[in-house]
């Protein structure tokens, strides 16, 4: 009788029509207690060092924890504290999508580390659509719980490099150091100039004033204590909580340069030369012969 051989479980799972769901998307490089791995159908396990994250599960991290990813194109996911990640199958040709469903993410794209290996993933933030070209970005997802802070919606700030932000058709390029709003009620991102709120670290906090603009449209607030990003022809006012002080504020304060007054001269050394002594010997005399004086 023959034998049957069993399959590989990756090979079962495509002859039953699930390889996109169990492909991998990524490997966890660091995790904190508490952080979660959540399969397809909803099993929640503890996240380890060195666990392969399949396409269709979700990493949550708890209150205080963080996780890094590190993705098959050679991205790295920095997941922050009370953060969920959707890590969806791709659709056809299309590079691996990763959903922020909660909280924070920093994405490093992988030309950062190796120019010769391109980024292939798209990063889905609420409604925006952020693509990464050797950029640096991080991005937090606001939802309807925290309508008394900040508008919900998608905030993504550029560190470095070149990035594109997007919601339905309309793209835009990130500018660096400046954040991008992605709302329900605004058509297009919507960028504040004049200064970074306090959106990507485990507090929410907004500048005191600001410019909000947009490529068709400009909103100014003046005279005002808040700031709020609004809807297109709209503004919306919301109390600001106390402000957060971090690298990013420290770069707003004025610079100080120390000068440092010339050192005096070293005084002049005295140079004594050290002769070695001389000895005099005293000098031969000719030796007279007792002939010559006759004393023989």
Do not use: W
Request: glycine fraction near 8%.
């Amino acid at each position: 009788m023959a034998r049957i051989t069993p399959l590989p479980i990756a090979t079962a799972l495509c002859l039953l029509g699930s390889c996109a769901l169990a492909a991998p998307a990524g490997t966890v490089l660091f995790t904190q207690t508490g952080s979660q791995i959540v399969d397809a159908n909803g099993v929640p396990r503890p996240a380890q060092r060195g666990d392969v994250l399949q396409h269709g599960e979700k990493l949550r991290t708890p209150p205080g924890g963080i996780s890094q990813v590190l993705m098959l194109d050679g991205s790295i996911l920095g997941v922050r504290p009370q953060t969920e990640l959707r890590f969806d199958a791709p659709a056809g040709n299309a590079p691996t999508a990763v959903s922020l469903l909660q909280g924070s993410v920093r994405v490093i794209a992988s030309e950062l580390m190796d120019s010769k290996r391109p980024s292939a993933m798209t990063l889905m933030s609420g409604q925006a659509t952020l693509r990464l070209k050797g950029g640096d970005v991080e991005t937090t997802v606001v939802d309807e719980k925290q309508r008394g802070t900040v508008d919900p919606g998608s905030y993504s700030r550029l560190i470095t490099g070149n990035a594109s932000i997007g919601k339905g058709s309309l793209v835009e390029p990130l500018s660096p150091r400046q954040v991008s709003f992605v709302g329900s009620a605004n058509l297009a991102p919507v960028t504040l100039t004049s200064s970074i709120p306090e959106l990507f670290g485990s507090k929410l906090a907004l500048p005191a004033t600001g410019t909000l603009e947009t490529s068709k449209t400009a909103v100014l607030s003046t005279g005002s204590t808040t700031l709020q990003p609004p809807a297109i022809d709209s503004k919306v006012v919301a109390p600001v909580t106390s402000p957060i002080l971090n690298t990013t504020s420290l770069d707003t304060l004025p610079k100080t340069t120390l000068v440092l007054a010339p050192l005096p001269p070293p005084p002049p050394k005295q140079i004594i030369i050290t002769a070695p002594p001389i000895t005099l010997q005293p000098p031969k005399l000719p030796v007279v012969s007792c002939k010559i004086t006759r004393t023989c």
